[in-house]
């Protein structure tokens, strides 16, 4: 199967590369991703690894399916209704552009300001509390986790970082400002990425790094198979540099025994970056074996875990969990090595709404982003850009965590919203 799955990847990059076509649309991100994946996953590194069930092979390639022709469905919806229209990156750049001059750029900047001023106010205050910084601690991951709890205001508007980034992304690719604020940006953008890689949370670096690609590929240059390579080297050394910083030596040996990998002891460090992967595909096929064929009973959530966001934010969502035995976003049991608790997204489908669920989600959601991506691409304009960027990241980490479940990646729309004028806050 690797070959089959790299075949796929080959594919899906040269194809696009050569047909001059988009390799940022919903479809190509998805299969490039999880045919990426699954060529790592087949390598079939960990003796914990078996062959997938029937059942794990069914909704996995059946919520593909759905979300594939999802796609399709929303691309002949609109070519049906742009008839004659082709895709140009030149005419989408320079659309992109234009709609540019019409975007309030000192409001922009007001926005980026505020949100960048809350990051600091909230990191500062929280060194403050806990007296350290994550990356120079002696123990960096339970500090992060200390530092981002440090209090109830500063817990939220640490991820003000983020957005902040984001904001400056645009104004650095697109904003009509004078040569001292886009230094003032520069800077502050440069401050904040200093500040939350001593943080050591790669995911929401991930993000980040997703967005600002999604950005340059529109606005600068189409990505080419030069970027896409140096992209993946630029994330593996940030995925390496945070493990190695928040783990020590006798940590990654016990990890190497707790996988039971299969690597010579010269690389076994490579065996975090191989666990990362495996494990989103293990605990799934895990949890398909244990809930839907064995004899364990998982009461369905009908739709706590899809607005986990909103109940988290009212703090309903413990309350719901306790009262009725539903994992939190940790997949408490499903693990099948203890901290490895992540999981690909059919599995939070399933939790939700059954076998039903996981097709009709998946297409419907394949359906919305065909929809949202050809209005953005026929239609271009800076702030849905924002938006696309942002639901890049979560297709793409789709095989990781549901993004869908984080109150912050609706702080993320909202911010976009406001930053544009989509909200008007007066």
């Known amino acids: 199967m690797t070959l089959v799955y790299l075949s796929i990847l080959l594919i899906v990059i040269f194809s696009a590369i050569y047909l001059r076509q988009d390799l940022v649309s919903p479809s190509r991100i998805y299969l490039g991703v999880y045919s990426l994946l699954l060529v790592v996953y087949s390598l079939n590194l960990s003796r914990l690894q078996t062959p997938w069930s029937t059942t794990s092979s069914i909704l996995f390639y059946g919520a593909t399916g759905m979300f594939l022709f999802g796609n399709i469905a929303g691309s002949l919806v609109a070519s049906a209704q742009n008839t004659g229209w082709t895709f140009s990156f030149k005419e989408l750049k320079d659309r992109l552009h234009a709609d540019a001059e019409t975007v309030d750029w000192t409001w922009v900047y007001r926005v980026f300001f505020v949100s960048f001023s809350i990051f600091i106010i909230s990191f500062l205050v929280s060194y403050a509390i806990t007296g350290e910084i994550p990356m120079f601690s002696s123990n960096p991951d339970k500090s992060r986790i200390r530092f981002f709890l440090a209090t109830g205001p500063t817990s939220h508007g640490l991820f003000f970082g983020p957005i902040s ?50 950005i340059y590929h529109y606005a600068s240059k189409n990505l080419n198979l030069k970027h896409i390579v140096s992209g993946f080297l630029v994330l593996l050394i940030l995925f390496l ?138 239609q271009p304009s800076v702030f849905l850009l924002g938006i696309w960027g942002i639901i890049v990241g979560i297709i793409l980490l789709s095989y990781h965590v549901p993004l869908w479940e984080f109150w912050y990646i609706y702080l993320n729309l909202l911010m976009m919203a406001i930053t544009f004028k989509r909200i008007r806050l007066f």
């Open 241 to 378: 540099a945070a493990f190695f910083v928040r783990a020590n030596l006798d940590a990654v040996g016990t990890f190497n025994e707790m996988v039971k990998i299969k690597l010579p002891k010269n690389i076994a460090w490579a065996s975090n970056i191989y666990a990362y992967v495996a494990n989103n595909f293990w605990n799934f096929d895990f949890a398909v074996r244990k809930f839907v064929e064995g004899d364990n009973y998982y009461p369905f959530q009908y739709g706590v875990g899809l607005f986990r966001a909103p109940l988290y934010l009212t703090r309903l969502e413990g309350t719901l969990d306790l009262g009725y035995g539903f994992d939190t976003i940790m997949n408490e049991s499903i693990q099948l090595v203890k901290g490895l608790n992540t999981t690909i997204y059919v599995w939070h489908l399933y939790k939700d709404f059954g076998i039903t669920g996981v097709f009709l989600l998946s297409l419907f959601g394949g359906i919305f982003l065909s929809i949202f991506y050809q209005n953005f691409i026929r």
């Open 165 to 214: 980034m984001m904001i400056a992304a645009q104004i650095l690719f697109l904003g009509r400002i004078s040569k001292v604020k886009k230094r003032t940006c520069i800077f502050a953008f440069t401050l904040t990425l200093l500040l939350f890689l001593t943080l050591v949370t790669r995911f929401d670096l991930f993000r980040f790094i997703i967005f600002f690609v999604v």
